[in-house]
């Protein structure tokens, strides 16, 4: 067995090779309690958290700023796959290594309606819960806790995970594993006054709220409002599809050399 120095150093380099532009371990042992009233039992069970991140490409992101456009709808799937290539493969490596990794799916609107059966408290709600679970949008495991804890970001009042280099203008995943690897140290939040993102939500969802671990998601963002929004942009597209609050967000917004 790979010892965990190396093990690290190995599947960085793997999430890399595979495509992955950030790779950070989160330590989730100090909020399993919260894991488990929130995702249950299966997730809590993992005491870490490997999290990766693909990066859009800015050009695209900003013309969402009057957007949306179907060039962000088709590569916002590619890189859910991508996504998905890469987490089943760190979890196939950890797995050979003699470790208990779980690949979380890649979160999307659809995820509680297509995969209801992943989570256990999802999978206790009956048929006529399908569309409560829509609309509270609730995917298996949050990706952005992952990233966060992992040192990826910050959360920021869009609710979007802030990376000081490209904003928001990036996809997570996550692989739950009980590996023991060395955690990396999460970032301060530095949304500070800006409140660019929920001046150009156009439903007014985004409510300007800093993040607090402690509060209600709703003290930050009115998901039903966002999601009928999205809802109607899936009329057009086929799809949901909105991003006018990561093309706002001043991080990442422009180019850096
Ligand atoms: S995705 Fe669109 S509707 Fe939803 S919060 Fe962001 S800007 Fe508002
Ligand atoms: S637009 Fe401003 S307030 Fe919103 S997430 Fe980005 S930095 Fe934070």
């Avoid at 800015?58 to 998905?84: F, K, W």
């Avoid at 509680?112 to 256990?120: A, E, I, M, N, T």
């Avoid at 509060?215 to 009928?228: A, F, G, V």
């Amino acid at each position: 067995m790979i010892n965990l120095q190396n093990l690290k150093i190995q599947l960085f380099q793997k999430a890399e090779d595979l495509g992955a532009d950030l790779c950070g371990i989160a330590d989730l042992t100090t909020d399993q309690n919260w894991i488990e009233t929130t995702y249950g039992s299966l997730c809590a069970s993992f005491p870490r958290a490997v999290s990766v991140a693909v990066f859009f490409p800015r050009e695209i992101i900003q013309e969402q700023a009057v957007g949306p456009t179907r060039s962000y709808s088709y590569l916002y799937g590619g890189i859910n796959r991508q996504l998905v290539s890469i987490t089943l493969q760190l979890s196939n490596f950890l797995q050979k290594q003699g470790y208990r990794a779980y690949p979380v799916p890649t979160s999307d609107y659809r995820q509680s309606k297509s995969f209801p059966g992943l989570q256990d408290t999802v999978a206790q709600w009956g048929p006529d819960d399908l569309e409560k679970s829509e609309t509270e949008l609730m995917g298996m495991f949050s990706h952005r806790f992952a990233a966060h804890k992992a040192g990826l970001g910050w959360i920021g009042k869009s609710c979007h995970l802030i990376n000081p280099q490209v904003g928001p203008r990036l996809r997570l995943a996550t692989v739950l594993t009980d590996a023991p690897l060395q955690a990396d140290a999460p970032l301060p939040n530095r949304c500070g006054e800006c409140t660019k993102c929920q001046e150009a939500c156009p439903v007014g969802a985004i409510k300007g709220v800093p993040f607090d671990p402690a509060d209600d998601p709703e003290k930050r963002i009115d998901k039903k409002k966002c999601y009928d929004f999205l809802e109607d942009m899936a009329d057009v597209f086929g799809q949901h599809t909105c991003a006018r609050c990561l093309a706002a967000c001043p991080w990442g917004s422009k180019a850096t050399k």
